[in-house]
């Protein structure tokens, strides 16, 4: 008797996905799914950087000679 397939909720989509050898996406449901994910915690990373260089010091200008 073969255990039953686990499945997870897709990080990205939300449907299952099979926790499985075979699904060599996991936690994802495909590999779609995987890219976007990344692609969005890569976008993230470089939004925490560049959102914290673009307010100027604004005490700079008055003190700064
Ligand atoms: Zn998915």
Same mark, same amino acid.
């Given at each position: 008797?073969?255990?039953? @397939? @686990?499945?997870?909720? =897709?990080?990205? =989509? /939300?449907r299952? !996905? !099979?926790?499985?050898?075979? /699904? *060599?996406? @996991?936690?994802? =449901?495909? $590999? @779609? =799914?995987?890219?976007?994910?990344?692609?969005?915690? !890569?976008?993230? *990373?470089?939004?925490?950087?560049? !959102?914290? $260089?673009?307010?100027?010091?604004? $005490?700079?200008?008055?003190?700064?000679?």
């Open positions: 008797m073969k255990p039953p @397939r @686990r499945l997870v909720p =897709c990080p990205t =989509c /939300n299952p !996905a !099979a926790w499985d050898p075979d /699904n *060599r996406f @996991r936690p994802f =449901c495909s $590999e @779609r =799914c995987k890219l976007i994910d990344l692609g969005q915690w !890569a976008q993230d *990373r470089y939004a925490i950087p560049l !959102a914290q $260089e673009l307010p100027p010091p604004p $005490e700079d200008a008055p003190w700064g000679n």
